[in-house]
């Protein structure tokens, strides 16, 4: 007796060839039964995820998650396959290292002939690199919109600088002369009002044409103590104590000095002003400098804490931006050029808020190279 086994070979050559070309998938490739546990996964997930197969299978994918994907998006996905349709989405996972990847996904429910679901198939592309390139043309994008903005800075600065600054120069020295022979309080506001105008030039000078660093050795402990020095009187002035804490012996920086000095003063006085607020009883500015080793590098790090109103969370990132501003007078530009500074020096600043109130930390490596300054733009037209 014989029997014809020719579809059951055909059945048998097919499936190798399948299995043949999931384990040769450029692709990662999951299965799972209907609760969700990993019943197969080809090499190319193991080497993307870190974990070997006897590790996973079993396993609910749960352990990939790196919790930056919502719980309303996972949601979404099993609604999806439980309905019987196909899901398509990306996630943000998390490999055995603990490092991040992103994946494409493509999950679909496979059928028996009776429509019922038998298991998930789950076909994943990485897509870090992408994301990365992605995240690299938005930057680029920004600044170049950033360029343009103070493109834009730069023609109202100049016809500022034209129209307004020798008016300015005249009205204050006229205003000066008045003042000595007329004890009259209008004179004083009007020579402040004068005063803040041309410092509102200043800010907006200073941002929108950069200069090129030139760097020298600086003993940085005696420039910081020269920048408290200049920021005592004010403190007083606004009932503000500075408490400073600065190491002795702190090695020489190879900086640029006028820049240097700005950043520092421009972060001293932002403190200063910060404490005016109706809620501090007692108005508190703390100012630590010292030398420590951070990532195999030794680097300045200076701390500028308030107890002012605290900076809110949301607004960490905008708070660098050129014209954001949280007080109801100023530029904006004043910590945008402490962050141009920085930046100049291969530094890195950031706020964030504190016990306190707020706090503004700058790190800024001991280096014998040349800060990495920008190529000068003619921003002014």
């Not at 038998?118 to 170049?144: G, H, M, P, W």
């Not at 808020?353 to 921003?379: D, E």
Request: overall charge positive; some cysteine; charged content about 25%.
């Amino acid at each position: 007796m014989g029997e014809d086994v020719t579809e059951q070979k055909m059945a048998q050559d097919k499936l190798k060839r399948l299995s043949h070309a999931v384990e040769s998938s450029q692709n990662s490739v999951m299965i799972t039964d209907l609760k969700g546990d990993i019943i197969y996964v080809n090499p190319v997930f193991c080497e993307l995820s870190g974990y070997s197969v006897s590790e996973v299978v079993g396993r609910n994918p749960k352990f990939l998650q790196s919790g930056q994907t919502t719980q309303n998006a996972y949601h979404g996905l099993w609604t999806t396959l439980v309905s019987g349709q196909e899901w398509r989405g990306e996630f943000l996972n998390k490999r055995k290292d603990g490092s991040l990847f992103w994946e494409r996904a493509h999950i679909s429910p496979v059928k028996d002939v009776n429509g019922q679901s038998l298991y998930y198939v789950a076909v994943k592309q990485d897509i870090t690199e992408e994301k990365r390139l992605a995240s690299e043309v938005e930057r680029q994008t920004q600044q170049r919109l950033l360029h343009e903005k103070l493109a834009t800075v730069g023609k109202v600065v100049n016809m500022i600088a034209h129209d307004l600054r020798n008016p300015l120069s005249s009205i204050k020295v006229g205003l000066q002369i008045h003042a000595r022979n007329t004890k009259d309080e209008m004179f004083d506001i009007a020579l402040e009002q004068v005063r803040y105008m041309e410092a509102i030039l200043g800010d907006l000078s200073a941002y929108s044409k950069p200069e090129i660093c030139k760097p020298e050795w600086l003993d940085i402990k005696k420039l910081f103590e020269s920048v408290l020095a200049g920021t005592q009187r004010m403190a007083s002035d606004h009932r503000v104590q500075l408490q400073t804490k600065i190491q002795d012996k702190l090695p020489t920086l190879y900086v640029d000095p006028v820049k240097i000095r700005q950043a520092f003063q421009n972060i001293v006085v932002n403190a200063i002003q910060a404490t005016q607020s109706e809620n501090c009883s007692t108005r508190v500015v703390k100012i630590q400098c010292q030398s420590i080793r951070s990532d195999n590098q030794a680097e300045l790090r200076l701390t500028v804490e308030n107890n002012g109103q605290q900076l809110k969370a949301d607004l960490t990132d905008k708070a660098f931006e050129p014209f954001f501003t949280t007080k109801a007078k100023g530029t904006g530009l004043g910590l945008a050029i402490v962050k141009q500074v920085v930046d100049n020096h291969n530094g890195t600043i950031t706020i964030a808020p504190s016990k306190l109130g707020t706090l503004v930390t700058i790190c800024i490596p001991f280096t014998n190279k040349v800060p990495q300054s920008k190529k000068r733009v003619a921003y002014v037209i």
